[in-house]
């Protein structure tokens, strides 16, 4: 049906009360528990960050979808600190029930609406997903719905739960970070930039040399008591220049739905041949380019540079809008120093110069 | 207009490093980089200093040509108004000085500007809602 014709009378965006978004949060977990008593399903506790996440799902579909990319975070403990429930619509038959507002004439950007005109309650919509993400911070419960999770694009299996992901980690003084992170036995470096810079490429080389693997793209990482940066996805997106590069990996792709923006991915682990850290000490913050030479290299930078090149594409594209958010980014940065990568044309130098950076930052 | 100013906040966040501002307008998904002098110009002007209070204590720091360091202000603040990181401060809202280091020598304000983010923050309409009231994809997009 049209949009003007399902306003109707729903309040109005941005203005529903807490208390009505908390009702309705009740009312989609009585849903939830509804379903799974009908249909039973997995649950599953993981640790990310010191903290437990209870992943319960209805139905046996979408479970693959959202568990696969975090399926090496370790197992968590039985009290969680978020909840998240799901629920697969093809499979179950079952929607999401009616929101209690009325949704503005344009999705804001991110796909991130906040009904209560506050955090109180956080949704994402994906209409071209028809992907569904709702967190409720007062009671540490959050939902998962999508119209069938066999559609569901190839980067929601990479990234799932993205930006659930984002909201909780901010509110437990740890930062999810846009930015690929590999290690060593002395400790690991996260990588920044914004697309293209060479990070994932970094990463995969890193990752194919026998580097500890926490992430491409996206990871969790505190600056106190100590730096430390935590894996969340293990997924590792492909570009067409990868496919080419790393034929074993290509051989190992999937794609659940290609189209044409779409990248293939691996998901890396003891079946792929590689190594998966889940917690390393965070030593440097790296700024990864293209330099044009033969052998990689790299310089100490400045903690300014590192944070341009980190905090606008973290912020920027989780959609965050805290102020505290930089401040927490620029903490980070001053924990630990910089470096530049100067990414030589000799894949085979990138890794034994990540090492070396390694050796020098944790020294 | 009021030449005393304030930082556009909730929409614009900022952090300082001893050489550079990083501001970042998280309305717009444009960030931008102050550097040499524009750094301590940025601190003051954020406080609520008029843009010759600015001026005045910088040459007087720097020992530069009063009348050149006013000009670079008076054009910094244009290009901050202009993207929106600094708004006219309300005549009820008091400056709040603080202790701004600032340089013994004079380098132009630079005033970098970056748009590569900005393709993140597009927005798209919501056509259509499904029976129970959540937005979908446009049935003519397959």
């Given at each position: 049906m049209s949009v003007d014709s399902a306003r109707g009378s729903a309040v109005h965006a941005g203005e529903l009360s807490p208390e009505v978004a908390a009702r309705y949060v009740d009312d989609v977990a009585r849903s939830f528990e509804q379903l799974h008593a009908q249909l039973g399903g997995p649950s599953r506790c993981l640790a990310l960050g010191g903290h437990s996440l209870r992943f319960a799902f209805a139905?046996?579909?979408?479970e693959p979808a959202i568990l696969s990319a975090i399926a090496h975070l370790p197992v968590g403990s039985d009290a969680p600190s978020l909840t998240i429930m799901g629920w697969d619509g093809a499979e179950t038959q079952a929607a999401l029930p009616p929101p209690p507002w009325a949704w503005p004439e344009n999705l804001p950007p991110h796909g991130i609406f906040r009904p209560c005109g506050d955090d109180s309650l956080r949704v994402f919509v994906a209409p071209w997903s028809h992907l569904i993400l709702m967190y409720h911070a007062a009671t540490s419960r959050a939902f998962v719905w999508t119209r069938n999770a066999a559609e569901l694009p190839t980067y929601h299996h990479a990234s799932p739960l993205l930006q659930v992901f984002s909201w909780w980690t901010r509110e437990r003084d740890l930062n999810l970070v846009h930015g690929g992170c590999v290690g060593d036995e002395d400790g690991a470096v996260l990588l920044v930039g914004k697309g293209g810079s060479g990070k994932s490429t970094t990463c995969l080389l890193a990752a194919e040399a026998g580097l500890n693997y926490l992430a491409d793209d996206y990871c969790v990482a505190a600056s106190a008591p100590s730096p430390v940066v935590y894996s969340l996805y293990r997924s590792g997106k492909l570009h067409r220049g990868h496919l080419q590069r790393f034929p074993r990996l290509a051989s190992l792709a999937i794609d659940p739905n290609a189209d044409e923006f779409e990248k293939p991915m691996i998901f890396l682990g003891e079946a792929t041949g590689h190594r998966v850290a889940t917690q390393l000490p965070l030593r440097a913050i790296v700024v990864p380019r293209i330099s044009g030479l033969e052998t990689t290299s790299f310089e100490r930078t400045s903690p300014a540079e590192a944070l341009r090149a980190l905090a606008p594409s973290t912020l920027l594209q989780l959609g965050e809008r805290q102020s505290t958010a930089l401040q927490s980014l620029a903490d980070l940065v001053r924990a630990v120093p910089s470096y530049r990568l100067n990414l030589g044309?000799?894949?085979?130098t990138v890794a034994p110069g990540l090492r070396e950076l390694i050796g020098a930052a944790a020294r | 207009m009021s030449s005393r100013h304030r930082v556009n906040a909730p929409d614009v966040t900022h952090e300082s490093f001893d050489t550079e501002v990083l501001v970042i307008n998280l309305r717009n998904g444009s960030y931008y980089s102050l550097r040499e002098s524009a750094v301590p110009m940025w601190h003051l002007l954020a406080q609520g200093l008029e843009v010759t209070e600015v001026a005045a204590k910088i040459a007087q720091a720097t020992s530069a040509s009063p009348e050149q360091v006013l000009a670079d202000v008076q054009s910094l603040v244009t290009d901050l108004t202009k993207q929106s990181l600094l708004v006219e401060r309300p005549a009820s809202e008091a400056p709040q000085p603080a202790e701004v280091a600032l340089p013994s020598a004079y380098a132009k304000p630079v005033f970098d500007l970056y748009?590569?983010?900005?393709?993140?923050l597009m927005i798209d309409p919501i056509h259509e809602v499904d029976v129970t009231g959540w937005p979908v994809k446009p049935p003519t997009q397959s």
């Open positions: 139905g046996v579909k979408l044309s000799r894949f085979e | 748009t590569d983010m900005q393709q993140l």
